[in-house]
């Protein structure tokens, strides 16, 4: 009989487990807003500050796994919970202008998510001129 209770147990927790996992597996669609971020001119040392627009076009939740920059002075803030269909949240990124050149600024943005094609690009623009 308890071997019998520990079986039916461990089907229902494994079903669940896997009704989470095909969640994830879906695919969605997303939307950005503006892909392209145009900072204009800023001085060197000044940091820019990015938001990009992301909104779940698809049926299923859209799940952000990472977002990888181009260069080590751009950091990303990506929503941790999944976002509902229909939904809108903000991607945050910030280019520190004292770890780039001057002149002409061209940073990107690689989102990986549950989408298809699973990579979505934004960009961040701009003219960084000598203080």
């Known amino acids: 009989m308890r071997v019998l209770f520990f079986v039916l147990i461990s089907i229902a927790i494994l079903s669940c487990e896997g009704n989470k996992e095909m ?3 879906n ?3 997303m939307e950005v807003d ?3 971020f145009d900072a204009g001119e ?13 909104t779940n076009t698809g049926d ?9 920059a ?9 929503p941790e919970e999944p976002i509902s269909p229909g939904d809108s949240e903000e991607i945050i990124a910030h280019v520190n202008t004292d770890k780039t050149g001057t002149g002409i600024l061209n940073k990107s943005l690689r989102i ?19 203080k």
Request: charged share 15%.
């Open 34 to 36: 503006n892909p392209v």
């Open 112 to 130: 990986t998510a549950n989408t298809s094609p699973s990579l979505t690009q934004v960009r961040i623009i701009g003219n960084v001129l000598q």
């Open 42 to 54: 800023v001085l060197k040392g000044e940091m820019i500050t990015a938001k990009f627009k992301i």
């Open 23 to 25: 969640e994830v597996g």
């Open 60 to 68: 299923f939740p859209l799940y952000i796994a990472q977002i990888n």
């Open 27 to 29: 695919k969605t669609s």
């Open 70 to 78: 181009s260069c080590s002075c751009t950091v990303a803030d990506k």
